[in-house]
């Protein structure tokens, strides 16, 4: 039955999934701290008002936030995500056992337990189904790291972390909750400039 818990100003380095498990909690306070990630299954506090993670070590959010649905009070300020937007790629090219098993995947061939090792059955079971619906394809080890802004409720833009197949995949994120045009191409053309100005309140408040 906790509804507030303040741990603020503790080196807490990072947040234990269990926190998850405190459904009436309304307010909680990780302020002051060294704290790098968030757990998605922070996701799962559907009673949460406010949340304050200022002056840590962030430099993105996870997508899941999005369904903290009924937040009110995010505080972000003296993060790296608020300091320095993270804009950069990255993307280590595939192996060839991972070019072969999104060959597989991405093409449907049968194969049987029979017809393969134990670990290469159980590596083509590993594959992650890239985000992007226009796109199609999978990957496994190898993926591209990007940072996207996302509408929060409709009224604040988020940094989330989101993965792509390949350097060539488009994101999936920046237009789907966008109503108009001009506000589209904002995005892809100033995108920093424009989602600092629609986040302040959210993160430099």
Known sequence: SLEFLYLGGNF??????????????????????KIQSIPPQLSQLHSLRSLSLHNN?????PREILNLVHLEELSLRGNPLVVRFVRDLTYNPPSLQEL??????TRNVPYAPSDLPESLVRYLSLASNCPNPK?????????????KFVDFCGK?????????????????????????????????????????????KVLLG
């Not at 070590?57 to 959010?61: D, E």
């Not at 072969?100 to 995947?105: I, P, Q, S």
């Not at 796109?135 to 940072?147: A, E, H, K, M």
């Open 135 to 147: 796109c199609g394809g999978v990957y496994f080890d190898s993926c591209v790291r990007q940072i």
């Open 12 to 33: 807490i380095t990072a947040i234990p999934p269990e926190l998850a498990k405190l459904p009436s909690l309304r307010y909680l306070v990780l302020c002051d701290n």
């Open 57 to 61: 070590l962030l430099t993105y959010l």
């Open 100 to 105: 072969a098993g999104r060959t597989v995947k």
């Open 156 to 200: 604040y833009r988020l940094p989330l972390m989101h993965y792509l197949c390949s350097p060539e995949c488009s994101s999936p994120f920046s237009s789907a909750s966008q109503s108009s045009t001009s506000q589209s191409e904002s995005d892809s053309e100033d995108e920093a400039s424009v989602a600092a100005h629609r986040m302040q």
